[in-house]
């Protein structure tokens, strides 16, 4: 992935337990000051992350996800059209759809995702399996992002299109 512009988006609430794992990654990411990669925390992923995205060649969104077998997990995202329209909780796939509709920009799109095992709590902390995706997803990134990992792209679960991510509960 040399000489692209490449985008990481950590999202997720660190007041909610292993929810900040997108945040927290990002963190640590943007700690190693890897050329060529910009790095973005938010709450949520927002229709306003497409103009950001369209200027980017690869994107990567890293959140928390309560369904993941593994320590992490990174697969590819394809563009989708929502299916209702929010300003904001938009799904990866539908940020990237918005980035080619308006901005005529197709990046490259990827999901990592990350163990989650508490969600259910308020407070900040995560749970050791949170912390072991982590720790192993920031193992494997900077190589991905160097273009010297495996090649092989681990699938896993396809998200909701929009709306709580899994795990998360409606309060």
Do not use: W
């Amino acid at each position: 992935m040399t000489g692209k512009r490449i985008l990481v988006i950590g999202y997720g609430n660190p007041g909610r337990a292993d929810d900040g794992l997108g945040p927290a990654l990002a963190e640590r990411l943007e700690a190693l000051r890897i050329p060529g990669v910009t790095v973005e925390t938010d709450y949520q992923l927002s229709i306003e992350h497409a103009a950001l995205a369209a200027e980017h060649d690869i994107v990567i969104f890293a959140d928390a996800d309560a369904n993941a077998g593994a320590p992490f997990y990174i697969r590819p995202v394809s563009p989708i059209p929502a299916g209702r329209f929010t300003s904001h909780s938009v799904a990866p796939g539908e940020v990237l759809h918005i980035a080619r509709s308006c901005f005529n920009a197709s990046p490259e799109g990827y999901l990592l995702g990350m163990r989650a095992v508490d969600l259910g709590r308020f407070g900040e902390g995560m749970s050791e399996g949170a912390r072991e995706g982590l720790g192993a997803a920031m193992e494997f990134l900077p190589r991905f992002l160097a273009g010297n990992a495996d090649d092989r792209v681990a699938a896993g679960p396809e998200p909701p299109a929009a709306g709580p991510r899994p795990g998360m509960r409606k309060c």
